[in-house]
């Protein structure tokens, strides 16, 4: 078995559900894993997606948002 450490490649896209520049309390989150695109609807404010940055893995957050491939 390898020691060297697994690198997981994903792309990250937010933005918010808002058309106008109110703040939106829904995020609209794209990202690559595993080769297939998730797409997921978050009702938080990018204040708080922010601090789930900081504070965990963001694609294991989305994963447990049962964010279905596109």
């Given at each position: 078995m390898s020691d060297e450490p697994t690198i997981l490649e994903y792309a990250l896209v937010v933005t918010t559900a808002s058309s106008c520049n109110r703040p939106s309390s829904e995020l609209r989150v794209k990202?690559?894993?595993?080769?297939?695109?998730h797409c997921a609807s978050v009702p938080m404010?990018?204040?708080d997606f922010a601090?789930?940055?900081e504070?965990?893995?963001?694609?294991?957050?989305?994963?447990r948002q049962?964010?279905?491939p596109e």
């Open positions: 990202f690559i894993l595993e080769g297939n695109v404010t990018v204040a601090k789930i940055v504070e965990e893995d963001v694609v294991s957050f989305l994963k049962e964010v279905p």
